[in-house]
Structures are given as C-alpha cells and as structure tokens.
C-alpha cells in the first residue's frame, strides 16, 4: 500500500507544477515555474538555475530553484561555462553529483543558459539533457512573444510618430505647424494642455498652446510654462512630475510642483528637445490627478516628440524674412550660371567645382621617408676567454658560418705543457697516496688526498682553457666585423671582441626619422623598404622601439626610431642601405603636399613674429 502511494504523491507534485506554470501571470512567475516543473520532472536536482540575457545588464538570474538557494562557485563555473561555449555541457561536480548545462537559443543568437546539479547515474544524462532540450522550446516560445510585444510597442510609438509627423508638413507655415502638433498630442494623450517651446536668447518662449490660437493676455501662465520648460532643458533630461506620487528623484522639480499647485493638473511631464549636445526648446504636457503618465506613455512621446520637434525647427527658419532675400539671390545666381551669356563665370564655376571635389575627396596615405639600414636582429660578440697569443684565424669579416664552426684558435702549447705537468704530478701523488694507505699512515694519506684533489682541480680548469682556445660560432649567421688574418702570433687581452656574428633570417630597420615628423610616429605602425642594392624588391616592417636618441646629420636632426623586418631574402646583408617609408594613416593629398610647407611658414613666422 505504501509502495502505491509514491507514484501518487509524485504525481500530485508534478500536476501541481503543471497547474501553477499553466496559471504564470507574469515573465518572472513563468520562468520560476517552469524551472520548478523541469526540476519535477527529471527529479534527482538538488539546485536549478535559469539565466537569461537582459540585453544591456548582460546575462542575469531570472529564476532559481529551489527559490532562495544560493549557488556556490562550482555551480556559477557551470553556468559562466555554458554562456561562453553556448554548447550541451555535462561536468563531474565536486560534491559527486553531475553539472548539466544546457543553452536556450532565439534563432542563431543564445538567448540563456539552463543549469541543473543533479544526484542520478549517468546513464540518465542523455535522458535528462534531452528533456531540457524539449522543455527549453517553453522558454523560447516566452521570448519570442515578449519580443513581439516589444516590436508592437514600437510599432504603434513608430506609427503615432509617423501620424504627427505627417500632421505637422502638411501645415506650410510655422504657426500652424505648431498648433498642429500641440492639438493631437493632446487629443492622443487625453491631455489636458500641451505646450511647446524653442530657446530664444536666454529663456525658452512658449510658441504653441494647445487649443489656444492666441494666448498674449495669458502672460502669468505664460511665464511659469517658460519655467518649467527652462527647469528640464537646464537639466539636460526628461522630467515627469506626479503631484500624488512623489518618488525620488535625480532632477529638481521645483517649478513643476510650484505649476501644479497654481494650475491644477497634478501631473506633469516635460520632454527636452535636443539635436545632439544642442537644446533647443521643449514639451510640456499635463494631465489631472488621476491620469498619471506611465513608463509606456514617456517612451512614446518622447519618440514622437523628437520626430516631430526638428521639422517644427525647420519650419520656425524657414518663416524668417531673411532666408526669402537670401533665397532670392541664390535663385538669381542660379539663373546666371545656368542660363544663357556668363561663359565666364559658367567655367570658373565648373573648374572650382572640380578643383574643390578633387581637394575634398582625392586621399592618399601619409607616409614618413627616412634614410635606413639594415642590421641583424642580434649581434653576438666572440671575444678571447684569457690572455694568449692569436695561433690561427678560419674567418673574416663578411664570412657566413655554421653553428659551431671553428673561427679562431688560440695558442695552446704553453697550456698542453702544464696539463702534462700536472698528469704527472697527479700519478706521483696516487702512488704516494696508496703507499701511505699500505702503511697505514692515515695523516699521510689525508694529506696526500687534498693534494691529489688540488691537483684534479687545477688539471680540469686546465683542460676547461685548452678547450676554450678553439672559438667557435654560436650560431648561423654571418661575420660582421673582425679580420685577425694580420695578427697571427699577437697577444690578446682577456675580454677582447675578435669577431662579431649576426644571424642571416631575423633583421631590424635602423630608420633615422626627421625631427619634424616625428610626432606623427608610433609604435606598431607598418611601412616599406627599398634597399640600393635590391630596388626591385620592397620589404614590409613594423616600428617596434621609437628612441628618444638623435643624431645629427647633413645639417639636421634626426631620431633613431627600430623595426621589425617582417620578411626576408637570402640576398639580405647586415649593413645594407635604403629608403624606409612609414606609413601613418590616410589623408587628404592636399594635406599631403602642403604640409612640410606650412610646417616651415609656421615656424618661419613663429621665428620672426616679436
């Protein structure tokens, strides 16, 4: 009897979790009920977490289960996991259970991450992994109707702005546009009274009143609308005021609670017009105590107010007397260069047509030229180990040698003597040794054993210096300096250079760079470089070191700036000398040409300005 009644109370549960997801009011009661059913469902969970994208805020929890649970690290590892592979996961967890990830997509773009610790063997993963694959579709079906409720909120905002805007052109002059446009918002927004207001001087000036064709003996109402206007547009945001309601907030809403006590309508909201950083005027609308603006309402008006406010600009200019007679002299103009005589000025005007469409759009890189050489991207140094006397030279300068190939040797007779030297004395001293350890004289034979040691040691530091005699090159490369073919016999110093080596595939560009283009110069940009013995070939580098070392040379000043040769020829020789150009970015060529010119005008009239 107990064993039926098990399946029953599991199904009462899962009826339950049915009942309650199918009765979800709100998004957050649909996902934690959901996620509560899922759970039911595949039983064995011991935390659930559904985490869904919020747009801007990023990927956040919206429901966990069971509700309150903290997850540990373990478990937001799991979830930042699933986020970043957007892929099926399954993990071993620490605590034994298994970690199951699981992503929600909306069409190609991940929308969320599912996440389940479960105590279950793994031969139900593939069971269990498919059931979130099937349950996700409740999820996405969600999302794809709150983003429809998304797109016909815009919709309906895009289209009222598109009504009102069609209202306003069909007005020809500025007065009736304005009137019009304060009219319907009014009647679209159940609005007591709408006002609209542009920047004159240092104040906003009402222009329009709602259902008010005139309003010059309304100077008291008049003045506070200006108020409030200049109270929103001085804060550079949007302002809704409920005198029944009162929040807190960032803005200063003194002059709007003040209008509200004076006028009645307890609820205010003003909308700033702005085109960029420029605020050029507002919208005041009003509403009693019981119809406050909502969330919903703000966002549509202020896309339809900011569709609607730059034609209303444009029509305020257009109404001005001085752009008829500015319009009168274009037009006259036009009829002289498009209509008959005035060859002349027909083709000066064509000619500074091109000359300025040429300037205004014909860009060219900016390169920087300097003179450059060629180096090796290392230079290693073979210098004589001690004090000798040169015995033979395999290499001079401009040679290319093999790692390990023998460049010079020292003189090493005066060296094989002393190691014979002491081989003789070391057997001298192991036959002493083992005399004293026959007779048994074990001070004798301590003795003779430090000796012997000694003996050993200045035998290995001699055989260490024999061997060092014979230099070697340290890699593949090619000799850069030293010809020892003329010191044959000749003492050296400890420490002397006697050749240097740079390797044949790794170069640097040493580019000597006019002080006057050096501020165009940085780190990582790419140029080219032609060498005098190969012209026919450009190499590509990147400036990796802009040194702050000058050098003076034909009578300027020039910085030392380092690149990295990015490719490579076995015609390639350390030492070689060409031209580098640094390529900066693009720029008009006019810039281009005129620029060392100016340059020195500049200076030139800095020089002699007093």
């Not at 649970?69 to 937001?76: A, H, I, K, R, V």
């Not at 905002?157 to 918002?185: I, K, P, W, Y």
Request: net charge negative.
């Amino acid at each position: 009897m107990q064993i039926e009644s098990e399946p029953q109370t599991s199904n009462d549960v899962l009826r339950q979790a049915w009942v309650q997801f199918s009765g979800a009011d709100s998004y957050t009661e649909y996902c934690q009920y959901w996620l509560e059913l899922m759970c039911t469902r595949i039983g064995g969970v011991t935390i659930a977490a559904l985490v869904l994208d919020n747009g801007e805020s990023g990927f956040l929890p919206t429901a966990i289960w069971p509700e309150k649970s903290q997850p540990d690290e373990e478990f937001t590892a799991l979830i930042e996991e699933g986020i970043e592979e957007a892929s099926g996961l399954v993990h071993s967890l620490a605590s034994g259970s298994y970690g199951v990830a699981f992503p929600i997509r909306l069409d190609d773009d991940l929308a969320g991450v599912v996440a389940l610790s479960l105590n279950v063997p793994n031969i139900l993963l593939p069971d269990i992994m498919e059931q979130i694959q099937w349950g996700s579709a409740w999820i996405e079906l969600l999302l794809r109707r709150q983003h429809g409720k998304e797109q016909g909120e815009q919709f309906e905002r895009l289209s009222g702005a598109v009504d009102l805007l069609a209202a306003v052109l069909a007005e020809e002059r500025f007065q009736g546009a304005a009137l019009t446009f304060v009219n319907q918002l009014a009647a679209d927004f159940s609005c007591d009274r709408v006002s609209f207001g542009l920047i004159k001087g240092a104040q906003i000036e009402v222009t329009a009143l709602s259902h008010s064709a005139q309003f010059g003996k309304k100077m008291n109402l008049i003045r506070r609308l200006s108020g409030v206007m200049d109270e929103s547009v001085l804060q550079r945001g949007i302002i809704n005021y409920c005198a029944t309601k009162l929040e807190d907030s960032q803005l200063v809403q003194r002059e709007h609670a003040q209008f509200a006590l004076s006028y009645g309508n307890a609820n205010i909201l003003t909308i700033p017009l702005h085109s960029g950083d420029d605020y050029f005027g507002a919208v005041t609308l009003e509403r009693p105590a019981e119809q406050p603006f909502s969330e919903a309402d703000e966002a549509r008006l202020y896309s339809i107010v900011t569709l609607s406010s730059e034609v209303l600009r444009n029509k305020q200019a257009q109404d001005k007397h001085w752009y008829q007679h500015l319009g009168s002299a274009v037009s006259t103009q036009f009829k002289r260069l498009f209509g008959e005589r005035y060859l002349g000025r027909k083709l000066a005007l064509s000619a500074l047509v091109l000359v300025c469409l040429f300037f205004t759009f014909a860009t060219g890189t900016y390169q920087v030229a300097a003179d450059s050489t060629l180096e090796g991207s290392v230079r290693r140094a073979v210098v004589a180990p001690f004090e000798g006397y040169l015995d033979s030279a395999e290499v001079q300068a401009g040679d290319r040698v093999s790692a390990g190939q023998l460049m010079s040797q020292l003189d090493d007779r005066d060296l094989t003597l002393e190691k014979l030297g002491y081989l003789s004395s070391a057997a001298k001293l192991q036959r002493q040794y083992e005399e004293a350890v026959a007779n048994r004289d074990r001070a004798e034979a301590k003795v003779l054993q430090a000796q012997l040691e000694q003996n050993n040691a200045q035998l290995e530091l001699v055989k260490s210096q024999l061997e060092r005699t014979r230099l070697k090159a340290p890699f593949d490369g090619l000799v850069t300096s030293g010809d020892l073919s003329q010191r044959l016999g000749s003492a050296v110093e400890q420490g002397e250079v006697l050749f240097e080596v740079a390797p044949l595939d790794s170069y640097r560009v040493i580019l000597l760079v006019d002080e006057h283009r050096m501020a165009d110069i940085t780190e990582q940009q790419r140029g080219r470089l032609v060498l005098n013995s190969l012209p026919e070939e450009t190499f590509e580098f990147e400036v990796n070191r802009v040194t702050p070392v000058t050098e003076a040379k034909d009578g300027g000043n020039y910085f030392r700036v380092e690149a990295e040769l990015l490719q490579s020829l076995p015609q390639l020789r350390p030492g070689m000398e060409g031209v580098g150009k640094i390529e900066v970015d693009e720029r008009n060529l006019i810039w281009i040409w005129t620029y060392p010119l100016l340059q020195w005008l500049k200076l030139k009239l800095w020089a002699f300005w007093p």
